[in-house]
């Protein structure tokens, strides 16, 4: 079944104009709201020491890093089937709810040895996510151009990019600035690919799990972005 078949209301491109207004301008007031709780849950997560907490763990073993994304991938299925339900909206907002703290979480990871290394990366990562999601949000917008065809490159793309995560870990080499810079262009194009959907592809009523799937890709594109800045102040 696809994403499309939980909702209820017409599909996006089908509405009328005023509805398709605003179900994107629901979308977009959800995600800024998704953005918020997220630097709230990982300003939580730092604050308190269970992120330096966190790291002591995953510096323990390499294996211990497969488990988590073990664990965040299986949260996020979870989180994006809850948000996608049509069995009530509390369930939807259960979904991003869990997916923001699921994310805030695992990021606090490279947000922590950012913040270590030099406090002006988070910020130079956000400002250049920023600027980034407006470029692709413009682009996506002005152009009308349907890019739901690029779900299938993406998934293989994410397969890939997986397995060379995995490797990664458990061989112990650098993954380096080629393969952040690939992985900013794999999330741009996430985001670009996320945007499209909103104005083509969902049902007027699922505006939480579209602001989920947007928020997981500029989640993705920022997280990327960190890790590039890091390893260019780095030289590796």
Do not use: C
């Amino acid at each position: 079944m696809s994403f499309m078949d939980a909702g209820t209301g017409q599909i996006v491109a089908n509405a009328a104009e005023s509805e398709r207004a605003a179900f994107i301008k629901r979308t977009y007031v959800h995600l800024a709201g998704a953005i918020a709780a997220y630097a709230i849950v990982v300003s939580f997560f730092i604050s308190t020491g269970i992120a330096n907490a966190f790291m002591g763990v995953l510096a323990g073993s390499s294996w211990m890093w497969l488990l988590v994304m073990g664990a965040y991938m299986g949260i996020s299925v979870l989180a994006d089937n809850w948000a996608r339900s049509g069995v009530s909206r509390e369930r939807q907002y259960m979904g991003l709810g869990l997916y923001i703290v699921a994310f805030g979480f695992i990021s606090t990871i490279p947000i922590a040895r950012a913040v270590m290394m030099d406090g002006n990366i988070v910020l130079h990562a956000a400002g250049i996510t920023a600027a980034l999601v407006a470029g692709l949000t413009f682009t996506a917008f002005s152009t009308n151009i349907n890019f739901s065809f690029m779900g299938r490159f993406l998934m293989i793309g994410g397969f890939v990019a997986m397995g060379i995560i995995v490797a990664g870990i458990i061989f112990g080499f650098s993954l380096g600035l080629w393969f952040m810079g690939a992985m900013i262009i794999f999330a741009a194009a996430s985001v670009l690919y996320s945007t499209s959907n909103i104005i083509h592809e969902y049902h007027t009523d699922q505006h939480v799990a579209a602001s989920l799937s947007l928020f997981s890709s500029v989640g993705l594109l920022f997280w990327y972005v960190i890790q590039f800045l890091m390893a260019f102040t780095s030289g590796d």
